[in-house]
């Protein structure tokens, strides 16, 4: 992980599907897990919604508050 990817998960909108334009610091829990089951994309999308993913399983969502 890098500083700056906690700055780009609020800043950064979903390019598709069901959350597609919502943020990815703001993407529900469910839809994280989903992805951790059935791969994430590549590249830095996938990247991404990795560590929200692990920022969200281990309720540490807050860590963003500031950045917003």
Excluded: C
């Excluded at 500083?3 to 959350?19: F, H, I, S």
């Excluded at 610091?25 to 791969?39: I, K, S």
């Excluded at 990795?50 to 969502?61: R, V």
């Amino acid at each position: 992980m890098h500083p700056e990817d906690l700055q780009t998960l609020v800043r950064m909108k979903m390019p598709y599907g069901k959350y597609a334009g919502r943020l990815i610091a703001d993407l529900p829990g469910p839809y994280l897990a989903w992805f951790a089951r059935e791969g994430f994309p590549a590249g830095e999308l996938g990247r991404l919604l990795q560590l929200m993913h692990e920022i969200d399983h281990n309720g540490l969502s807050e860590l963003l508050d500031p950045l917003r």
